[in-house]
């Protein structure tokens, strides 16, 4: 089946089998490669991507389900605050689960600007991670929110 | 291996592909997915339910109607800015994850028809009719579920929405037993609604997930108990009836011994949270 839908800005279209998972169609014939498999299903959040502006689960989800959508991944975020933020609070250790982490910060930012810690928690809580244990995460949360004020405040 | 993908438009077109076919319906597919992966569900087809045109979340007179297609976050959503049924919330953000509410359904739960099913457990609580299309049949949730899921449902029909009693003034509690916060399955649920008048009970609702093979609700005993006073002795009898009426089994999650002790102390912790001031965790 032949789909037409945007990812990181860029349209794409092309043929595919009804059978393949979104994960599997972006990591293995687009080359996405900050999508991860996981568990494959729904329950480590290491394969999240933003489908029309919300976090959902590549695994769960069919190629051909990507028509007509937009599709943003760690890769197509060109203002690099989050990733930053991450580094410097020392919120990755072997990376696995930073993608993921980095689009339903990036889902939650969207929509609020100053999260508090119940909300960043709730908004995160579909991600895994076993090496960092989480505090580190929820401060580069709040730390990347620090650097976008500043951002705006310089503006 | 899915070999056959369809997105039908009308009701007509996706109850006859859903004869004609025998595929499965999906709109999140966050449990479909999940079946068709680790086995459980064996199809070459499945049927796309997210391109039929159907209506939205809607409020008309007393009723909340959920349609298909709509997700838990739309849900979430609409309830916070039509200020509408709220207490619900309280069960729709404990469902999965950000991820699985963006794209799981409050339809799709219903129709799994699973006793852990928590917007199942919502359903009972605001005595929901099940639309099923396109017989334009209409009927209580607790008629539609017959049993794990199992469904009172014909080869050519599929549900098309839910309409919930829009309830004001309640007080409400709601809990769910597990390991951890996301994700998980209840070992055990519990959802109470209760109106009240000069300290006695006017209404009062209660329902149980995942502590027998269907959601545990009893009318009777929630009649039986209109007019009378609200304390503790009135919780303690509550909380006795509900654990003999009860039928758990022991699974992967908890045995079926934990499971009554948690029907009794919920019922208990419920009737603290909600009137005594000085809570005891």
Known sequence: MIIKFKLNGKE??????????????????????????GCGEGECGACTILVDGKNIHSCLMLAVELDGKEVLTVEGLKDKTIQNAFVEAG????GFCTPGFIISTKALLNENKNPSSEEIKEALEGNLCRCTGYLKIEEAVKLAVKMYNKGSDKE | MIKNYFRPKTIDELSELKL????YLFSGGTDLFVKLRA???????????????????????NKLFIPINATYSELRMFIKQ?????????????IGSPMIRNRGTP??????????????????????QVIIEPTSRKLPVKNFIKGPGKIDLRENEFVYGIELEILNDYKFYFEKVGRRNAMIISIASLGLLLKEKDNKIKDIRIAFGSVAPYILRDENLEKSIIGETINEELFKHLAIEYQKLSLPITDVRATKEYRKSLVHNLVIKAYNNLFEKVVKE
């Not at chain 2, 004609?20 to 595929?23: A, D, I, L, Q, Y």
């Not at chain 2, 796309?48 to 045109?53: E, F, I, M, Q, S």
């Open chain 1, 12 to 37: 794409i279209v092309k043929d595919v089998p009804v059978h393949k998972r979104a994960l599997d169609f972006l990591r293995d014939d687009l080359g996405v490669l900050s999508i991860k498999e």
């Open chain 1, 91 to 94: 919120a990755i250790q072997c």
């Open chain 2, 20 to 23: 004609k076919t025998k595929g």
């Open chain 2, 39 to 61: 086995g459980t569900i064996d199809t070459d087809t499945v049927i796309d339910t997210k391109y039929l045109n159907s209506k939205k979340i809607e409020i008309t007179g």
């Open chain 2, 82 to 94: 039509n200020n509408v049924n709220n207490m619900l919330e309280n069960i729709v953000k404990t």
């Open chain 2, 107 to 128: 339809v799709g739960n219903i129709s799994n028809a699973s006793p852990a099913g928590d917007f199942v457990l919502a359903s009972y609580l605001f005595n929901a």
